[in-house]
């Protein structure tokens, strides 16, 4: 016997479980159902709202753009929206960078 029997260990190969490919299928599948309810869905759904918001814009709406600038719907085009920022400043922007429709009365009030 030679000193580098020791290190040497000899390795068997063990039979594969049985249902081995299912498993191992249904795992990337679990995961792409789970990243579609968490990440993808809810996305969807705000995309959605925000369309719905924009669609429904009317003149003498109070509006604030996802920059922050808060002002009165004043002409509404097919993509730019024009706003009324102070007396007799106004402002076009994209119809996709109105974030939110404020209160009647926000601005005045504030």
Do not use: C, W
């Not at 190969?13 to 795992?27: D, E, F, H, K, T």
């Amino acid at each position: 016997m030679n000193l580098l029997d020791f290190l040497n260990v000899p390795v068997f190969a063990q039979a594969a479980p049985a249902g081995g490919g299912l498993s191992m299928l249904v795992m990337p599948i679990a995961l792409i159902a789970i990243m579609y309810f968490l990440m993808i869905r809810p996305q969807m759904k705000r995309a959605k709202e925000h369309k719905a918001m924009l669609d429904k814009l009317s003149r003498g709406d109070e509006v604030i753009t996802s920059g922050g600038i808060a002002g009165t719907v004043t002409d509404i085009g097919d993509n730019f929206i024009t706003l009324e920022v102070a007396d007799g400043v106004r402002v076009r922007v994209q119809k996709g960078a109105i974030g939110n429709v404020l209160p009647k009365g926000t601005l005045k009030s504030a």
